[in-house]
């Protein structure tokens, strides 16, 4: 069989690009760290993905699929020298250990004379991941090695729209292996990333120019699971869906969205009432009860969140350069600078940051904005509205 690599066998790696390359025709082995779940993995030679929905609940069984520890250098490297597709869905933070395996894998590859392409797909929410990735395997190679890196090995930037909450401690304790995501099975990735033909993978679409893709899961899925999060979290709710179901709390997430839509279409022109389509399908997901997404998942990290690219002051940034008044996403970059969750530190180091430095500092070291752009005082205003 044709053979797929995998770095991360967690909730994207297996619930969503194995699922992918295996139902694709490949053997996928992933590289991962946790051993409980790659013995579980090796024991069958498949694991299982259970789709749920409001109504139904399905398994499908994914296979043959195997594992090795990421500190196995050698067969990790041999992996990567014969593979023919790939990917990281590891984390932004863990991509340094990842590196020095692709690095080792591409020279051996070089070596052996594999001249046959090799696709790495950059599952990272990360902007510019696959550029990142790309230097920071270039910086460990030889020179000969590099060129034969840039001849050969395509690194492709891609975003992530399934949701797959992390597993249950119950889920772990039934099977290591199992994962519950939403059926949802679309993978749009940049076409200039391929080397040659892109490879057909189910689900799996081509796009050039790629930049429509990731502004529209940034700045209108993800800024709207963190509208909905911040708001959810003031309102008391525990969870994405009964936030949702608040009247009030859904029309400024469905305006926060509607926001960021008006601002692509006057930036990229896309076909009439695709992005309003896309807000309905998101917005109907998000109901997904049997996710069990928490209002804890979808706010937690409120640092990150507010950064100046990101999804909420970035969404209203990219909003105000086409002429389009971000007013709901605003009033969720203020639910943000409140979001005090007792279970997230983060949160709690914001809080900190609020209470020792004052808004106007925390606006400009947290969320890179100066009082002189308009933007600040738009925040600083929804931020005192909405009171303690």
Do not use: W
Not at 18 to 39: A, N, R
Not at 194 to 204: D, K, L, N, Q, T
């Amino acid at each position: 069989m044709k053979e797929a690599v995998i770095f991360g066998a967690g909730n994207i790696g297996r619930g969503f690009i194995g699922q992918l390359y295996s139902e694709s025709g490949y053997q996928v082995t992933f590289v991962d760290v946790d051993q409980p779940l790659l013995d579980a993995i090796n024991a069958r030679g498949e694991y299982t993905i259970r789709l749920v929905t409001n109504d139904k609940s399905e398994e499908v069984r994914v296979g043959p699929v195997r594992a090795l520890h990421a500190g196995n250098a050698d067969e990790v490297a041999a992996l990567v020298s014969r593979a023919e597709i790939g990917a990281t869905a590891v984390g932004a933070n863990v991509l340094k250990f990842v590196a020095p395996n692709l690095a080792k894998g591409i020279a051996r590859r070089a070596a052996e004379g594999n001249t046959s392409p090799l696709h790495l797909v950059i599952c990272e929410n990360l902007k510019g991941a696959a550029a990142i990735v790309r230097g920071m395997v270039k910086e460990l190679l030889p020179a000969e090695a590099q060129e034969f890196m840039q001849a050969n090995i395509g690194f492709v930037d891609t975003v992530i729209a399934r949701m797959v909450p992390p597993p249950t401690p119950e889920m772990r304790a039934q099977d290591p292996s199992l994962i519950v995501v939403e059926p949802y099975k679309r993978l749009p990735v940049d076409r200039k990333g391929f080397i040659g033909e892109p490879p057909a993978i189910v689900g799996m679409t081509p796009y050039a120019p790629f930049s429509f893709f990731t502004e529209r899961k940034l700045y209108i899925h993800n800024a709207g699971h963190a509208v909905l999060a911040y708001l959810g979290y003031r309102r008391g709710h525990e969870y994405g869906y009964e936030a949702l179901a608040d009247e009030d709390i859904y029309f400024q997430v469905r305006g926060a969205m509607e926001e960021s839509a008006l601002t692509l279409a006057r930036k990229y022109r896309p076909p009439q009432g695709q992005l309003l389509a896309n807000i309905d399908d998101l917005l109907h997901r998000f109901e997904n009860r049997a996710l069990g997404d928490t209002i804890l998942r979808l706010g937690r990290d409120p640092i990150r969140k507010l950064g100046r690219t990101d999804r909420l002051v970035g969404a209203a940034l990219n909003a105000l350069a086409e002429g389009v008044a971000p007013v709901n996403i605003v009033a969720g970059i203020a639910a943000a600078l409140k979001f005090n969750h007792p279970d997230d530190p983060l949160a709690a180091e914001l809080q900190a940051r609020l209470h020792g430095y004052g808004l106007a500092r925390t606006l400009s070291e947290v969320c890179e904005l100066p009082p002189a752009e308009p933007l600040f005082e738009m925040v600083k205003a929804a931020y005192r509205e909405i009171g303690d």
